[in-house]
């Protein structure tokens, strides 16, 4: 079994997405070169961290044009540096 595991101040996210086609109410298809990439996205491996503020699973969001992707079977991951993450997304009980 193969696995990305980043190095040094790394962190892997995964991008893949449910490949749903997006259509506007006048039926026009949105086609996936026109559409907006998340900014936001799971982790799935951290590298080399001292005290790190996420784990694997957390929810992130990440600096917009950041990071290098890589297509590892079948899936699309993003290669980011941990300083380019910009927040951890939590829940939290309303009040």
Sequence with gaps: MKELVPVNQHV?????DDNTEQVTSSGIIIPDTAKEKPSWAR???????E?????VN?????????????????????????ADLLAKVVETESI
């Excluded at 005290?51 to 784990?55: L, T």
């Design 58 to 82: 957390d929810l992130v969001v990440f600096k917009k044009y950041s990071g290098t992707e890589v297509e590892f079977e079948g899936k699309t991951y993003l290669l980011i540096p941990y």
């Design 43 to 49: 982790v799935v491996a951290v590298g080399n961290i």
């Design 12 to 16: 892997v996210l995964d991008l893949s």
């Design 51 to 55: 005290n790190s503020e996420i784990a």
